[in-house]
């Protein structure tokens, strides 16, 4: 006679069951009123919410009811849902930035750790501006670099996106203060430029004659010096946002550097900004690294571990984990390259899991490789790159060991460069 009965018809997963109370008011014993303008309340239990975090504790010790006007509901129940399931819903950068700020209110650390990694892997560049705009109302600065990393490796994309021309001036600075972008030229730059300032003088209706002395905090990013005569004539010596006596000075300047005047509110920088012409293919792979501890010293430790084979770009690629010196080691590598020309950028995030998720490990690297004939001739296609060194006694103590057994998960974005 088997001891294991199977489930009854409807009967929910054990995993499942918080779900249930996630969605029965009934058995609800607190209440949070939340948002300022349309305040909705959303009910929940005393015992759940206390586990969660001190703060939420605190509150709940003496009050049943809870007043939250620094955030919308949306995003509270977003949070309310991990708190009971573990489960994230991502929609779009900006509700997982409002999410992000509601875990961080309520020491959610672990909340706040997947809206980190979600935004800085999956935030696009036709979203990028109005995320970074949000980001500065509301003085968030953690992910300010986030936000250039994309816009340089992205800059087509993000000026070809709806939100470019309504994009704030503050936000337009910041982007022509960058030192590279993926532009063909300062010309192109510059033709960008008077798109959102032609929109920009639109909305706040000025006439011809005031667009060249409107814009004269930007126009001072604009690297002039660095064009041709030719390149200058072509456009911005017919744009309106020059003024006449601008144009006259820029172009003298520009045959003959120093030989007139410069006004004292345009760039003089004469070095060309770095732009980033070539294409970029990227792909994001996971997997979950079981470590198996076996006999041996501390130091040296019998290891089991299987090596990650994946696909991206028609080759086949092998992250390797091996041991070496009292460390666990993680090379990637491709295994049937075919031509002798290659760039290639890895960047890697592991998340080595305790027993306790706020005592999670991360890791975070990023590499390149530089692929030609004459590596390949030199190392016979045995080559890789190192992205992660952990020793091994970290890896060993009782927060991160279940059983003999260590697990890791790891999240990869790899891009090829192409010319």
Known sequence: MSLITPPSEGEKPFN??????????????????????DP???????????????????????????????????????????????????????KTLLMYIAAQKFDIIELCRQCIKHIMTETTPFEVLEFYEHCQSRNISEFDETCCRIIQEKTDDVFKSEYFSSAKIETVNMILELPSMKLASELELFDYFEKWAMAEATRKQLGVEEMGSVFNSLKKHIRFLTMSWEVFASKPAKSSFLTEHEKKLIGLNIMNLGSSPYPEHLSIVQQPRDFKTFNVDAKKISNTFSIFFGSGSVNSPSLQC????????????????????????????????????????????????ARKESDNLLIENTCSCAYTRSTYNNTKNQFGMLFAVIPLKKLKSNCFLRGNKVYIEGTFIIEHIKG
């Open 306 to 353: 299987s090596a990650f084979i994946f696909n991206a770009f028609n080759y086949d690629w092998c992250i390797k984990l091996f041991q070496i010196s009292g460390n666990l080691c993680f090379l990637v590598k491709p295994t049937n390259l075919t031509s002798y020309t290659y760039l290639f950028s890895f960047r890697s995030e592991l998340n080595v899991l």
């Open 16 to 37: 499942e069951r918080f779900k249930l109370l996630f969605d029965d008011d009934v058995t609800s014993d607190c209440e949070f009123v939340v948002g300022l303008r």
């Open 40 to 94: 909705t309340t959303i009910k929940g239990h005393r015992l759940i919410f206390s586990l969660a975090s001190e703060k939420f504790k605190g509150l709940l010790k003496e009050e049943s009811v809870i007043r939250i006007d620094d955030l919308e509901p949306e995003e509270f129940q977003g949070m309310k849902l991990f708190i009971y399931t573990g489960k994230v819903i991502f929609v779009s950068a900006i």
